[in-house]
């Protein structure tokens, strides 16, 4: 079992940044693919970017040349920079991990969520115009 703790949300105004921090209780890694998603009410749960054992990573194009995603493997704990932020990133944000490596390999198509099997509480986003 891996337990996900998502810290670091919070309120910002537009083009401002946060950074979202995600502890894991075990190593993941060497072996997970690592994962934020993000949803607002009434909508699906997104994709915004994932990282593969290699560091390979994959982001949505509505974040691409805003957020970075990183992981520290010696804290077993994943980031999510988020710069240039929008009103439109208003969400709230899951960390997320899958126990085989290759759902990265997926990027972050519709439905991908369900290949994640370990999910953290989530951590509010607010970007104000």
């Known amino acids: 079992q891996v337990q996900l703790v998502e810290s670091g949300g919070g309120s910002v105004q537009a083009g401002g940044s946060l950074r979202l921090s995600c502890a894991a209780s075990s190593h993941t890694a060497s072996t997970y693919c690592m994962a934020w998603f993000r949803q607002v009410p009434g909508k699906e749960r997104e994709g915004v970017a994932n990282i593969n054992p290699a560091g390979s990573t994959n982001y949505a194009d509505s974040v691409k040349g805003r957020f970075t995603i990183s992981q520290d493997n010696a804290k077993n704990t994943l980031y999510l920079q988020m710069d240039s932020l929008k009103p439109e990133d208003t969400a709230l944000y899951y960390c997320?991990?899958?126990?085989?490596?290759?759902?990265?390999?997926?990027?972050?198509?519709?439905?991908?969520?369900?290949?994640?099997?370990?999910w953290g509480q989530g951590t509010q986003v607010t970007v104000s115009s």
């Open positions: 997320a991990a899958a126990a085989s490596s290759w759902v990265c390999a997926y990027g972050l198509v519709d439905s991908i969520a369900s290949a994640f099997g370990y």
